[in-house]
């Protein structure tokens, strides 16, 4: 299996009016084709900056990063617009890449029909409820068919209730669609539920400490979170996350 994205030895500084953040040093990590991997790290530590070095919105200062294929970005908010239907804000990512072909716009309305928002295609954002409106944020996301997936904490802006069912719903259709996700994220458990494998970061400078691969296979998250290993791997992220 080929890494889709892979940093070595990266470094990143950050030019501020009091000086210099070195905001990663050392950075080394990469990710297979068709793998899940989670980042969790303390607070402030860059995981959101490592997102925009993935996606190319930011050029490392040292090191390399590597990718193969496109990115699609899914942020914390679903970002739709409210004064467009869910088929136009699906739409829309075809638009600005200028690829809003008959054939584009029929896949994308596919893989909202498939996913369960065939009905309400004419709807406005204000009329969906928030685990809708963030389904339809990944539908808009796989428009253009990304070959890497990056998703900063997509789920926060959420109740727990609707965090675990969107989770489930975004774990089932990235794994069907076969895509390469990387997920930022600072809740251990959705980690542990979602990803084939975690990268713990170290406070900043953000550099990987620890790497497990976890074991659950295609199980999903919720069937995940019922496994007598859940709670070990818990503990260990846990341990390695405050240490």
């Keep these: ?55 190319g919105l930011l050029k490392p200062s040292a090191g390399s990063i590597v990718r193969e294929g496109s990115c699609g970005y899914m942020l914390q908010k679903d970002e739709l617009f409210p004064w467009r239907t ?55 996301t796989l428009a253009t068919e990304p070959d890497v997936l990056l998703l900063d904490e997509p789920f926060s802006a959420l109740d727990y209730q609707t965090r675990l069912n969107v989770c489930e719903d975004v774990a089932g259709i990235i794994r069907s669609e076969g895509k ?17 494998r975690i990268l713990v970061l170290t406070a900043r400078p953000a550099r990987v400490s620890h790497a497990h691969t976890l074991g659950f ?11 007598s290993s859940f709670s070990g791997w818990f503990e260990t992220l846990w341990r390695e996350l405050n240490a």
């Design 86 to 140: 869910i088929e136009k804000n699906i739409f829309l990512p075809l638009e600005i890449k200028k690829q809003n072909t008959p054939a584009a716009r029929e896949r994308a309305l596919a893989l909202a029909e498939k996913y369960g928002l065939g009905g309400f295609l004419k709807s406005y954002p204000a009329q969906l409820s928030g685990g809708m409106r963030q389904r339809a944020a990944l539908i808009r």
């Design 217 to 227: 296979g295609d199980l999903p998250p919720l069937k995940r979170r019922e496994q």
């Design 1 to 55: 299996m080929k890494n889709i994205l892979q940093f070595e030895n990266v470094r990143h500084i950050y030019h501020t009016p009091r000086g210099e953040v070195v905001a990663a040093e050392g950075l080394t990590f990469s990710v297979d084709e068709g793998e899940f991997v989670a980042i969790i790290g303390p607070s402030g530590c860059g995981k959101t900056t490592l997102l925009s070095l993935a996606a």
């Design 180 to 196: 390469t996700a990387l997920l930022i994220t600072h809740d251990i458990s959705e980690a542990i539920s979602l990803a084939d």
